[in-house]
């Protein structure tokens, strides 16, 4: 990657919101996000509104969807975002001695763990029983931006300039299956009765989950969705990319606040998450 001559990576800077309602149809919220500021020692959690360089931290920022009976959606979905708080100091340890290229295998280890202790839970815990969670998470480093993902959160990549969006995420569905094959429209697949069927999750009956992860060099302007299905179901694809890439959302400080708010107006069947991170300059 080469770097912008007037935009060198030590001036570089992380803008960040978050949000997340209820919606006026669920009685509870399982969804939940996290966005958090780490080094070797010790890892801070920030604000819903927020912005930091990132020249002597990392950040990771992470969208998670909680399902079960009762409120153990509610319950799995904090559990996922509580174990990235305890495991990430030191996954952090021990990724500042390998080579970026490990970085896989460290997203893997955390997804592991969440997912096993999902499991304990639901093993120990009546009212736990079956409990399951989606997690997708992005860790930005100085240049780069990890990620690891599981279930039908998703995770989105707008880029600087007038690029396309990218969804980087798949869809662990029958119907998300489906739908990169060709087989369905978007239409089609936004009235498929399996819609809401997840093929992979954390915790619940699964004996491991394999997450799917990746990587991408950060830019300048681009910018990064992560977001809960309740998001995702609210609009089409156009749509979606027509709201983000408007000059009100663009601009806005609290662009997930305008996004949640724009989905439940249109929808409001789900709980809505969404967590907008921009690379930026000094």
């Known amino acids: 990657m080469v770097d912008s001559p007037l935009v060198s990576v030590s001036s570089r800077r992380l803008k960040w919101s978050g949000r997340t309602e209820c919606g006026p149809v669920r009685k509870n919220n399982e969804d939940a996000f996290i966005a958090l500021q780490l080094d070797s020692r010790e890892v801070h959690h920030l604000g819903s509104i927020g912005e930091a360089p990132t020249s002597e931290h990392d950040f990771v920022f992470a969208v998670s969807d909680g399902m079960g009976g009762a409120k153990a959606g509610e319950h799995a979905s904090k559990i996922a975002v509580e174990v990235i708080t305890?495991?990430?100091?030191?996954?952090?340890?021990?990724?500042?001695?390998?080579?970026?290229?490990?970085?896989?295998?460290?997203?893997?280890?955390?997804?592991?763990?969440?997912?096993?202790?999902?499991?304990?839970?639901?093993?120990?815990?009546?009212?736990?029983?079956?409990?399951?969670?989606?997690?997708?998470?992005?860790?930005?480093?100085?240049?780069?931006?990890?990620?690891?993902?599981?279930?039908?959160?998703?995770?989105?990549?707008?880029?600087?300039?007038?690029?396309?969006?990218?969804?980087?995420?798949?869809?662990?569905?029958?119907?998300?299956?489906?739908?990169?094959?060709?087989?369905?429209?978007?239409?089609?697949?936004?009235?498929?009765?399996?819609?809401?069927?997840?093929?992979?999750?954390?915790?619940?009956?699964?004996?491991?989950?394999?997450?799917?992860?990746?990587?991408?060099?950060?830019?300048?302007?681009?910018?990064?969705?992560?977001?809960?299905?309740g998001l995702v179901e609210s609009y089409y694809e156009e749509q979606l990319r027509e709201f983000v890439r408007s000059p009100e959302c663009e601009a806005a400080n609290d662009a997930a606040r305008m996004l949640v708010k724009d989905a439940v107006l249109r929808s409001g069947q789900d709980n809505t998450t969404a967590v907008m991170v921009q690379v930026t300059g000094s």
């Open 86 to 229: 305890k495991l990430l100091p030191r996954l952090y340890r021990h990724s500042e001695e390998r080579h970026e290229a490990e970085y896989p295998a460290v997203m893997e280890e955390l997804f592991t763990r969440i997912h096993k202790d999902l499991v304990h839970m639901g093993r120990c815990y009546e009212e736990c029983r079956g409990m399951e969670a989606t997690l997708s998470l992005c860790w930005f480093t100085r240049t780069k931006m990890f990620f690891g993902h599981v279930g039908d959160c998703r995770i989105y990549r707008i880029p600087a300039g007038n690029g396309a969006m990218l969804q980087l995420s798949e869809d662990d569905t029958h119907v998300g299956w489906l739908l990169r094959n060709g087989k369905i429209s978007e239409r089609e697949a936004k009235n498929h009765p399996r819609r809401k069927s997840v093929q992979k999750a954390l915790g619940g009956g699964h004996q491991f989950v394999s997450p799917q992860v990746g990587s991408l060099s950060c830019e300048v302007g681009d910018r990064f969705l992560i977001c809960s299905d």
